[in-house]
C-alpha cells in the first residue's frame, strides 16, 4: 500500500471519528483497503467516494443538529432540513434550514464549492466594487468578512437582506425576507453557531 493510500485512511479515521458514528466510513475504508491491495483501482475509488458520502451526511446531521429550532419567534420543521452530499453534483456539502411566521422567513445555508465564491471573495478583497451600490457593503461575522446587502423594492422599502460569509471553500449563506431591521436580522444570525459550525467542516 502507498504511503499516500496510508496518509488518506489515517485521516479519515483520526480526522472524522471524533465528529461522527464512523461505523460506515470505516466499512468503506477497508473495502478501499482491501481493493486497493488487489489493484482494483475503480473499486477503490468507489469506496473512497462511499466513504466521503457518508461523511458529508454524517457532518450534515451534526450541524442541523447545532441549528435552534426557533429564531425570533419563527420556527422550523425537521421535515423540511435539507442535507445533500458532495456526490450530487460539482458542489460539496450543502445544509439548509429555514425558519417562518407568517410572511416572515429567514433561510441559513451552507454550501462547500459554492461557485459565488469567487465572486464574493473578489467584491470584499477590493472596496470599490461594494462602493457602486449602496445597499452592499462589508462586515465582520464571528471574526470573518461577510457581505451584507440590503434588498429593498420599486418604491425604496426593505424587503429583507441577504448575508454571506465565505470561509475557506464554503459559503455560509443567511436570507431573510420581512420587515425587521438591520440590527435585529443580525441578531438573529447571532443565534446561529457559526464558529462552532465552521469547526465541523473546515
Known sequence: MSKIFKLITILFLLGYVTLVNAQDVEKYISQANSAYASGQLDVTRNAIQDAL??????????????LPATINGMGSSANQDNITDASSGMVGLMVNREWTLETESLDF????????????????????????????????????????????????????????????????????????????????????????ILGLIQ
Open 109 to 196: 445555508s451552507i454550501m462547500g464549492n459554492s461557485p459565488l465564491l469567487t465572486g464574493i471573495n473578489a467584491m470584499l478583497a477590493m472596496p470599490m466594487m461594494l462602493g457602486a451600490n449602496a445597499n452592499q457593503k462589508k462586515i465582520t461575522v464571528e471574526g470573518y468578512k461577510a457581505l451584507f446587502e440590503k434588498r429593498i423594492d420599486q418604491n425604496n422599502q426593505v424587503q429583507g437582506y441577504n448575508l454571506m460569509v465565505p470561509v475557506n471553500n464554503s459559503l455560509i449563506q443567511f436570507e431573510y425576507s420581512g420587515t425587521a431591521s438591520e440590527n435585529d436580522f443580525m441578531n438573529m444570525v447571532g443565534q446561529v453557531p457559526i464558529r462552532n
Open 53 to 66: 458520502r457518508e461523511l458529508d451526511i454524517k457532518i450534515g446531521n451534526e450541524i442541523i443538529a447545532m
